[in-house]
């Protein structure tokens, strides 16, 4: 499961991504739930770059009575079963994520790790995605994007993710060859068939803790009135 990656670095134009324009947005440069982040689309005018939000269901679209609940991944076994995502797969509304790397704890140590995790190549990285859209009060729609995820209890590298115990999970990556063929899909059963485990041979995972937290700074202790003031303590 990955809820947070790094982006595609906006200074680089995207060249890495030559079928698809560049995006004419700002962003930031790691991705975390809600936060808007570039995706790829396909449409009757052709390819698209926009902005959407890390998450099919948003924070602000969960009821306040309704328990919060984790959208960024779906899992490819069940994603035509699940309320969040089963209309944007059945409608084919495929997209693409352009990520520089993405993070997995690992518990090897015997404590979470953060590991950051990319290509061993120079190839671009993409993830399988889903999109759907929602109508703002301006009536403006915006747009919201999903991580597509297979099982990887048995792949040599994504199984060392996640805690002792729990099922290993892996995002699909998509090559470049296959770009506009994914985002063209006519079938449900056509998008399933590029939902695999990319090659562990060909990805390059390291540990990549986060920074420590700046100590918070300790109150300022109260000085004793001078003389001639009165204590207001």
């Avoid at 990520?99 to 671009?124: H, S």
Wanted: aromatic share 12%; hydrophobic share 35%; charged share 25%.
């Amino acid at each position: 499961m990955c809820t947070s990656y790094e982006s595609n670095n906006p200074a680089e134009r995207f060249d890495a991504f030559s079928i698809f324009p560049g995006a004419n947005f700002a962003y930031n440069g790691e991705i975390y739930k809600d936060y808007g982040a570039p995706i790829f689309r396909g449409g009757e005018d052709g390819w698209s770059t926009d902005v959407a939000s890390f998450g099919m269901v948003p924070r602000k679209r969960i009821p306040p009575h309704v328990r919060p609940y984790d959208t960024m991944n779906a899992r490819a076994e069940t994603i035509g079963e699940k309320r969040s995502f089963s209309a944007a797969w059945k409608r084919l509304q495929l997209c693409l994520i352009p990520c520089r790397t993405f993070f997995e704890p690992n518990y090897e140590t015997g404590k979470p790790v953060r590991w950051r995790i990319r290509l061993a190549g120079t190839e671009p990285t993409a993830i399988a995605g889903l999109w759907r859209a929602w109508e703002e009060p301006d009536g403006v729609a915006s747009l919201s994007f999903t991580m597509l995820t297979l099982n990887a209890d048995e792949h040599p590298l994504m199984r060392r993710f996640h805690k002792p115990g729990d099922e290993k999970r892996s995002v699909v990556i998509i090559r470049p060859r296959e770009y506009a063929d994914w985002l063209s899909c006519r079938s449900t059963d056509e998008a399933r068939s590029f939902l695999q485990l990319y090659p562990a041979d060909e990805m390059h995972a390291e540990p990549f803790p986060l920074p420590p937290r700046a100590p918070k700074e300790k109150p300022s202790e109260a000085k004793p009135p001078e003389d001639g003031q009165q204590s207001l303590l």
